[in-house]
């Protein structure tokens, strides 16, 4: 009798322990619409930066477009400081916990991206596509310098 009491109790203990347990896992696991809006606005900065690369490059004809693309860059580098709230990592993220737990580099690393954004969005209001080269190549490393430290690598 105590000793199937025992069994029970031990079992109640251990529901209890996976009912408190499993849903924090499954919370910091699920893809979240956080991140997917995250993952949204970084592929809007690749499709615009390779858009830019490709007028640059004379691959397609539209300088016209040039200052639509950068200025389209520097509004997502601004909405890119709303897109990384604590915590927000899930299944499918390459977010690393540093973003956070070295809050300090990271915000160095997303200024100096927003500084050339900035860069690059004041050469082609003036025109001047020696410097949007430059400005956009100078933005290219600033995606590396965050991606390098605070991106996982891909999996699989
Ligand atoms: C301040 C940090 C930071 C900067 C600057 C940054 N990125 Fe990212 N980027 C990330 C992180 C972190 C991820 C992973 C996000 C995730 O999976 O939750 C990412 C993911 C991406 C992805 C993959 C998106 C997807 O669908 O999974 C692309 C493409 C990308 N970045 C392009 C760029 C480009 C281009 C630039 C520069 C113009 C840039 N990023 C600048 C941090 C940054």
Redesign the pocket.
Known sequence: MARSYAVVTRTALAACIIAVLAPAKAVAQEATPV?EY??TI??S??TH?GALTAILNEDVPHEGHVLGHALS?QQLSVM?SDIFPEGSLGE?????PD?WDDAAG?GE??SA?QSAADALAEAARAGDMTAVGDAAAG??R??G???RP??ARPTG
């Not at 499918?92 to 690393?96: F, I, N, Q, Y």
């Open positions: 991140m995250r993952q970084m592929s900065l690749g930066r860059l890119a499918g993220s390459r977010a690393l973003i990271f690393a997303l991206f933005l290219g600033t995606c310098g965050c991606h605070y991106r």
